[in-house]
């Protein structure tokens, strides 16, 4: 019986030996935990990469805001112009187009009656800017009406005598007389009428209108009732505000070096717009020493006529280049962006190359095809906004 017990105990004891030893393998085996802990943290940092793909990726990166967020934000877009290089300073101001202003003059003598304008009143082509009474031109109507009353009467005498020479009355010689003479009495009605149309088309009691030659403004009226004006004298002044350029006065050896289409990066009154060149006078002002350039606003509306501006002028350009005002390049996790408008109220958060800064726009490199609008003014509150979802996700 007691050889039996010890058997079992025997037995027991080998077991557990096994039991322990297997344990103690497996704690020593190294394989036993970098099978499964390696691959965990690869997941979750895979997952990670993933996410900020998801926020950050150039095809999934938008922003959208609400109408009171951008209405509080003032953004403002440019569109993505072409050109770079280096830069000069300008000075200038706002101009009427030559053909968009005029001096409207009094064409005859006369007292003035009306004055149906003032400065600011909107006028379109042919408009009265003022009414007078000429003696003058109550004589040129009469010698007109005069002069179609002999022009008539003579050639009243003309079909007469065409009539009696088919019947055998009168000799053909008499005939050509009176031909001749309803001819001249024509010819001095119509020097009448136009003399009558020169003068401002008086009626028979003298009284004409002054007319504008064509729609715009008034800026300057230069009569009153009851004054008298003389042939020529101005009246008033008159421009179109839609046809207003940049007129430039520079040195002839900045002016050698600009061409028509470079452009222009223009700030007036705290706010910029791009210009192109539209042209470059040849020669230089007598008095200054100064060339003209003359430009076109291409994007944004330009100030009234006589604003005070300054631009920059980007020389040796690559017309194939795309450039963008430099404000709206900004800075996210490390990479040059800007943000595209896509609707009133969505951007779209589009990584750049940039280039060369120049005359305060960045020359963009990759990025963006050309037509695109990006925010221009205010686009760090953009960044912000990002920036703000971004802490409030992480939390």
């Known amino acids: 019986m007691t050889s039996k017990n010890t058997y079992i105990a025997f037995s027991i ?13 497996r704690w020593l085996d190294p394989r036993s935990t970098s099978q499964t802990t390696p691959q965990t943290e690869t997941t979750e940092t895979a997952d990670a990469e993933g996410e900020y793909e998801d926020r950050h990726g150039e095809e999934s990166s938008e922003l959208k805001l609400t109408a009171e967020q951008v209405a509080s934000s003032k953004l403002e877009l440019s569109n993505v112009t072409r050109g770079g290089g280096a830069a000069i300073r300008l000075s200038g101001r706002v101009e009427s187009m030559v053909g968009a202003r005029a001096a409207v003059g009094a064409s005859t003598s006369g007292r003035v009656e009306r004055v149906l304008v003032a400065p ?16 003058e031109g109550a004589s040129l109507r009469a010698a007109a009406d005069a002069a179609a009353a002999e022009a008539d009467a003579a050639q009243m005498v003309y079909r007469r005598d065409s009539n009696l020479l088919n019947q ?202 050309g037509d695109e609008q990006v925010v221009s003014r205010n686009a760090f509150l953009l960044k912000a906004e990002i920036a703000k979802g971004e802490a409030e996700e992480g939390h």
């Open 120 to 135: 600011g009143t909107t006028i379109r082509a042919g408009s009265a800017v003022a009414t007078i009474v000429s003696g």
């Open 13 to 25: 004891a080998i077991l557990l030996a096994l039991l322990a030893g297997f344990g103690v393998a």
């Open 168 to 369: 055998g009355i009168v000799a053909r010689q008499e005939m050509e007389t009176s031909r001749a003479r309803a001819l001249a009495a024509a010819a001095n009605a119509r020097a009448a009428r136009a003399r009558v149309v020169a003068s401002g088309r008086p009626d028979a009691n003298g009284r004409l209108a002054i007319t504008s030659p064509f729609s715009g403004v008034v800026t300057q009226v230069s009569i009153t009732p009851g004054g008298f004006v003389q042939p020529g004298d101005v009246v008033a002044n008159v421009a179109d505000p839609e046809r207003n350029e940049l007129v430039f006065a520079v040195a002839p050896a900045v002016a050698s070096g600009v061409k028509a289409g470079m452009r222009l990066a223009v700030t007036a009154s705290g706010s910029t717009f791009s210009a192109i060149v539209t042209g470059v006078a040849p020669d230089t002002d007598e008095a200054t020493g100064m060339t003209t350039i003359r430009a076109r606003v291409e994007s944004g509306t330009l100030p009234p006529s006589g604003t005070i501006v300054s631009a920059i002028l980007s020389i040796d350009s690559d017309a194939g280049a795309l450039s963008v005002p430099s404000d709206a390049v900004q800075s996210l996790d490390g990479r040059n962006v800007v943000f595209v408008a896509e609707k009133a109220n969505q951007f779209r958060v589009v990584p750049v190359t940039v280039g060369r800064d120049a005359g305060g726009w960045v020359e963009i490199l990759s990025g963006l095809r």
